[in-house]
């Protein structure tokens, strides 16, 4: 019977346990999961900021404008375009 008892009472209180600690804490499953999904957006974020500035020319580069680097700066980053041609832009998503 007290052997029992000791196995009842170490059992309940480990599920207990258990459930403050997922459910109840403030380190709980649910803010896991929201924090993970913002961590994940952010690594997107990020991925999509490398490739804009990967696209992009300096100053510098601008400025000793050898190869025509500024009309393609100008087309390219702003969309501009000369009289008698049309422009068509395609967005990645």
Request: proline content about 0%; glycine content about 2%.
């Amino acid at each position: 019977m007290n052997r029992k008892l000791i196995v009842i009472i170490s059992v309940v209180t480990i599920v207990v346990f258990f459930v403050y600690l997922f459910f109840l804490s403030e380190n709980n499953v649910y803010k896991h999961r929201e924090l993970n999904k913002k961590i994940k957006q952010l690594d997107e974020n990020i991925v999509k900021t490398k490739n804009q500035t990967n696209n992009t020319f300096t100053f510098e580069e601008l400025e000793y404008d050898t190869a025509g680097k500024l009309e393609k700066y100008a087309r390219e980053q702003l969309n501009l375009q000369r009289a008698n041609e049309d422009v068509y832009v395609v967005v990645y998503e």
